[in-house]
């Protein structure tokens, strides 16, 4: 039944324009600002002007900003339909927009998160009543309890791990936009500093100030427009809500409920996925996404990622824009803008040749489990 | 006493307040559901089991196992630069709940997985007593 409901939007709604701004350290604007820049940037991109905008979904962002109010009067926008979410990964702000378009709420929507999180020094440091008195403070501290318990399960070492670190920065190194330009071998990754052990420097994102937007519209309206459509082929979501420090939350296992409901919706399986994105706050979150994804079995995550597979010109090349720990953190906003210049071609040496259909992956924290699907 | 500077556990939330209570009578309890048994951590109003309001304050037995563990490296807070590098563990109690928590009485480099671990109160100040955890020194 849900899975027959999410086939019926299927190619329905499409991604007509995308904006990314450089990614850096710019203390001159707060993250409206760069919210409105990468507004402009995918307005150019789409060809729209912003009187074609009748939907607004924005992102909070750090300090109070990033709510729908504010950036509606910053853009001098009156949506028919506006919301905000309280949670990035840009995944969950697509399905509220392609929600939003096959349900006759808004034709055009624009989807956009900024931030200026690395000017503010404001690194989600700060943990919990329960956790902070004895020090558990930042993601690193429940991501290197999920990993040291991945390597304790199924045998992961280190020498595995570095192969995410070491081919996203081989990635970024081609990327324009990436914050991260300087070259990293297994070597250099092993040899690295802990941050949080088993979690080494090179494991860990990297804050910066920037913005993204994404503008979407019918399948219809899109194949109008100024650039080839990217269509949304399939979308699931599911959560871990309830779960609080056990194996159900760290572990993930509510991610292969998106995976059992996206493949069907999408009509396509593992296999024909040309390129591939998760979200990588920490290199955890691919290790484990690839296995409850399906791409490997369980606990195979490890030796999956060897000899190149997921690098550029392998079998699936993973996260061609460097991803969060080399391109930017950004909150998982990067990601689907890089599938979309992928799908048309326009992703110049990183391009990844003849790539029809993209999948993003990402959760919110260890709470909720997002994907999405895209072809050309 | 030395002043205290790392962070502190409110003892004004009265939802905690008795975890913290016990603590520094230097026992282990948790809230419990009178009706199905659940192990409420953290404490809530309603069980998230069976959505029945009350609710139980029980002891348990303070033995338990590390579900996994870390080791911090990076000052991410002033306060713990004097512990550089420490560890933080998720201990799961053989009752079933589970704790964030440190280990004590063990080099880091020593620690493992599914290790054996007891109940260890550390009287930080006149007030809080943490619940960290020390290598099991018997079998029970």
């Known amino acids: 039944m849900a899975v027959a409901e999410l086939q019926k939007l299927r190619n329905r709604v499409a991604i007509a324009g995308i904006g990314t701004t450089p990614q850096g350290v710019f203390p001159e604007k707060d993250g409206n600002d760069e919210a409105a820049d990468a507004f402009c940037l995918a307005l150019e991109d789409s060809g729209l002007t912003k009187d074609d905008v009748d939907g607004l979904i924005t992102c909070k962002s750090y300090g109070g900003l990033g709510i729908d109010t504010q950036m509606a009067a910053l853009l001098g926008l009156n949506p028919r339909y506006s919301a905000t979410l309280d949670y990035g990964t840009c995944n969950f702000s697509v399905h509220l927009a392609a929600m939003v378009i096959a349900s006759g709420f808004a034709d055009v929507v624009a989807c956009m998160y900024g931030t200026n999180q690395r000017s503010n020094r404001n690194f989600f440091n700060q943990g919990g009543d329960d956790g902070a008195p004895y020090g558990f403070v930042n993601i690193g501290g429940p991501a290197s309890l999920a990993l040291r318990r991945h390597m304790y399960e199924y045998g992961t070492t280190e020498e595995q791990m570095s192969a995410i670190a070491v081919t996203f920065r081989q990635h970024a190194l081609l990327n324009p936009i990436a914050y991260m330009k300087t070259p990293i071998t297994k070597e250099d990754y092993l040899n690295s500093r802990y941050i949080v052990a088993p979690l080494r420097l090179f494991d860990m994102c990297l804050i910066t100030d920037g913005g993204s937007c994404l503008i979407l519209s019918s399948a219809e309206r899109a194949r109008d427009m100024k650039k080839p459509p990217v269509y949304i082929m399939g979308m699931a979501e599911n959560t871990g809500l309830r779960y609080f420090q ?47 994804y399906g791409f490997c ?20 090349p993973l996260n061609t824009n460097g991803g969060q720990l080399s391109e930017s953190y950004m909150w998982g906003w990067l990601h689907i803008p890089e599938a979309v210049r992928q ?6 040496p990183r391009q990844v040749e003849g790539a029809e259909i993209a999948q993003y992956c990402s959760t919110m924290a260890f709470h909720k489990a997002a994907s999405t699907i895209l072809r050309r | 006493m030395p002043e205290y500077k790392k962070p502190l556990p409110s003892l004004n939330n009265p939802r905690t307040k ?39 304050w029980v002891q348990v037995s303070g033995r338990g196992k590390i579900w996994s563990f870390n080791v911090y490296h990076h000052l991410f807070s002033k306060t713990f630069e004097a512990e550089i590098p420490y560890n933080t563990a998720l201990v799961e109690l053989e009752e079933g709940p589970r704790l964030i928590t440190n280990i004590v009485g063990v080099r880091n480099e020593d620690l493992r997985v599914e290790m054996p671990v007891e109940v260890y109160f550390d009287d930080v100040t006149d007030e809080v007593s943490l619940v960290k955890f020390k290598p099991m020194t018997q079998s029970a």
């Open chain 1, 343 to 348: 799908l048309r071609g326009e992703a110049g």
């Open chain 2, 18 to 56: 008795p975890f913290w209570e016990a603590a520094k009578q230097h026992e282990l309890m948790f809230q419990r559901c009178p009706e199905c048994g659940y192990y409420r951590n953290p404490p809530a109003p309603r069980c998230p089991e069976c959505l029945a309001v009350n609710d139980d």
């Open chain 1, 297 to 316: 079995g369980m606990g195979e995550g490890g030796q999956f990622i060897q000899n190149g597979r997921i690098g550029l010109g392998g079998e699936l």
């Open chain 1, 246 to 292: 056990n194996d159900a939350q760290l572990m993930r296992p509510f991610i292969s409920e998106v995976a059992e409901r996206i493949y069907p919706a999408a009509g396509v399986s593992q296999k024909d996925i040309d390129v591939l994105y998760i979200q990588d706050p920490t290199s955890v979150w691919p290790l484990q996404m690839l296995e409850w």
